[in-house]
């Protein structure tokens, strides 16, 4: 290794594991270790601060701010509190239906809009049922465990959905059909294998004191919290619609047009913005998620600078002169992708391993090695509490609620509380991705 | 009939975003219900300690009440000519019934976020669309006018004292008094309590300008 690489990577190691030990400098560490990077560049001569900035992926900036806003209209709108209580509702009050209905309604909204956002929403809801159900600590482990879970797959079964899929899609890797077709099976099928290795092995709720008495109230006091929040049809519905015709053209125009898939959710996330002018104008000026803006910023400001250094096409071509076949080297790409995302959260792995897929794909099918590395990134999100953001907004407003059990010993979701369910989930989604990438590439022609 | 165990969680989760009168009056029609007038017995004796509203709504229950009694006629006329209705504290199902009523009286209403207890106050001001607005306790003063009132929730009267919310006591000053048209009291009670009134503050009956 140069000078420079080992600089600039050790760089960008040490930022990776400060804004993991200390979560709550996360966005000063990341932004800070950027600016050293830029520096380092310049006086090591690997490019200027220009230059880096000038490969950063803005489209995938874009589509994160816009489709955060997206998310935000229809926070507005209600939707999620009403659909929390549809899960709710379906649940009647019985706790696995509970665990069922929740994960299952968190894997289709977060593969259409902000999981973060969605999750803040719906979480008050899941967490009021809880208390309401007499929950035990090992219940709430496993349900907001699951639930988290099903987030990190809805989110990686569109391209749309997550930070990863959005890279995928913005650096042109895979268009938007292809992505889906391909990805949404295998985290549907791991969402599956979970819950059904949850509620029938696991059986979280076992412990629990199940009275028809809880059921009935539990269900009485939820339609109460929520006697008269209505859907605010006039925003939900041309909201949706024009969500419905942005699916529409990213699907169906080509990329070669030149119209893009950023340009595709600007312009739609515009017009649903103009719908309610003077509500769009204060999601604009309050909402935008600057923290995740300034994050990933900093992320490819750091990872560029590296990538300009040549290691990555290194580290590829060390991969691919492994003395074992093609498919032994994309299994072992997979894993550590999962693991690395485990250590790292998604952002920072993504955006690293993603050059050394490039060159996978040159030997293997593409949609093999991006589906796989999607998947297992989202594998290793749910492998820790910490492994993504949504983790320590739950801990956080899990701890907000106060829940307690029936001793009045408070219930938390902390790091060990999540750790069975997370390396339950890990096992799932990386042995899918595994499977999924290996059958991608036996039935693909030789 | 054995009651479930954490039930007075529960209850206290519910009684933070209903006020304890409506989830008094929940929790009541539901075991009673399952098990008739002896769980409700058996709830009282139960609960009924820890939470005093509970304890005098089943004792009304036992009586034979089976609903609040909501009258929402002399607080419209206590209000008639105001502007601004300030409401301290939740009491949902009385709440359900005035607040309506004093939008269609042409009476801006606001929503005092303030409580003991954890609330989701967003899930509080959506059961009523985006007609109530949100202020805390140190905004509220905002809409102080000679044409605005405050309305708090009041729990029960013995001799000159009432019962009221904690938060009554983080609004109501000297400052205050002189700020606002009237300040209204709004028994949801109706009847004293029984055992010692945890969770809530005696205050004169005569800080008040109403006592409804």
């Keep these: 290794m140069s000078g420079a690489q080992l600089l600039l990577t050790a760089l960008l190691i040490a930022a990776l594991l400060g804004q993991a030990l200390v979560p709550t400098l996360r966005v000063l560490l990341v932004i800070a270790g950027a600016g050293l990077s830029c520096f380092a560049a310049t006086l090591l001569g690997v490019g200027t601060t220009g230059q880096i900035f000038a490969e950063i992926p803005w489209d995938v900036l874009i589509l994160l701010v816009g489709l955060g806003l997206l998310s935000e209209v229809l926070v507005a709108s209600r939707l999620f509190g009403v659909l929390a209580l549809l899960a709710s509702r379906r649940s009647r009050g019985e706790p696995r239906r509970v665990i069922l209905w929740f994960a299952l309604a968190m894997y289709v909204v977060s593969g259409l809009v902000n999981n973060l956002t969605a999750l803040f929403l719906v979480l008050p809801v899941l967490l009021a049922l809880l208390q309401l159900l007499g929950a035990d600590q090992r219940y709430v482990s496993w349900t907001l465990g699951v639930v988290l879970i099903a987030c990190n797959l809805g989110g990686a079964a569109t391209p749309i959905g997550d930070f990863p899929a959005l890279l995928l899609l913005g650096s042109g890797a895979m268009e938007f059909p292809r992505y889906l077709a391909h990805a949404a099976p295998p985290t549907a099928l791991a969402l599956g294998l979970l819950l059904v290795v949850v509620l029938l092995l696991v059986r979280p709720e076992r412990a629990l004191a199940r009275t028809p008495l809880t059921a009935q109230l539990s269900q009485a006091v939820m339609q109460a919290l929520h006697r008269n929040v209505r859907l605010d049809r006039r925003l939900v519905i041309p909201t949706l619609g024009v969500l419905g015709v942005m699916v529409l053209a990213w699907v169906a125009v080509p990329a070669r047009s030149g119209v893009s898939a950023e340009l595709i959710g600007w312009l739609g996330v515009a017009v649903v913005l103009s719908l309610r002018a003077r509500l769009g104008e204060r999601l604009l000026r309050t909402r935008v998620d600057v923290e995740a803006v300034l994050f990933l910023l900093a992320l490819f400001v750091m990872v560029g600078a590296v990538r300009r250094t040549g290691l990555f096409g290194e580290v590829a071509r060390l991969l691919t002169a492994l003395p074992v076949a093609p498919l032994w080297q994309l299994l072992a790409f997979l894993l550590l992708a999962g693991l690395l995302t485990g250590m790292f959260s998604a952002g920072p792995s993504m955006a690293a391993t993603l050059e050394v897929a490039h060159a996978l794909a040159h030997r293997l099918p593409a949609t093999a090695v991006y589906v796989g590395l999607a998947l297992s990134v989202c594998a290793g999100s749910s492998l820790f509490l910490t492994a993504a953001t949504s983790g320590p907004m739950a801990q956080a407003l899990t701890e907000r609620a106060g829940l307690q059990d029936h001793g009045g010993r408070p219930l938390r979701f902390g790091f060990l509380n999540f750790l069975p369910v997370g390396l339950t989930g890990f096992v799932i989604i990386q042995g899918v991705a595994m499977l999924y990438a290996l059958l991608l590439v036996l039935a693909a022609p030789s | ?212």
Excluded: K
């Design chain 2, 1 to 212: 009939m054995e009651l479930p165990a954490g039930l007075g969680q529960s209850f206290g989760y519910s009684a933070a975003e209903l006020g304890f009168c409506a989830a008094s009056w929940l929790f009541l029609r539901a075991v009673a219900e399952q098990g008739g007038d002896a769980a409700v017995e058996t709830l009282r004796d139960q609960l009924g300690r820890t939470y005093p509203v509970l304890d005098a709504v089943a004792s009304a229950w036992l009586e034979g009440m089976r609903a609040p009694q909501v009258d929402v006629a002399p607080l419209l006329a206590a209000c008639a000519g105001a502007r601004r209705a300030l409401l301290v504290g939740i009491e949902a199902d009385h709440l359900d019934a005035l607040v309506p009523r004093l939008l269609g009286e042409g009476i801006d209403v606001a929503l005092l976020q303030y409580s003991l207890h954890a609330v989701n106050w967003g899930r509080v001001l959506d059961n009523f669309g985006d007609r109530v607005t949100a202020t805390d306790l140190t905004s509220f003063q905002g809409l102080a006018g000679s044409r605005s009132v405050i309305i708090t929730m009041v729990y029960g009267a013995q001799g000159h004292n009432v019962h009221v919310l904690p938060a009554w006591l983080r609004v109501h000053g000297a400052d205050v008094r002189a700020q606002f048209r009237s300040l209204i009291g709004w028994d949801v009670l109706r009847r004293p309590m029984f055992v010692y009134p945890r969770w809530l503050v005696e205050v004169p009956a005569s800080d008040f300008t109403h006592l409804l």
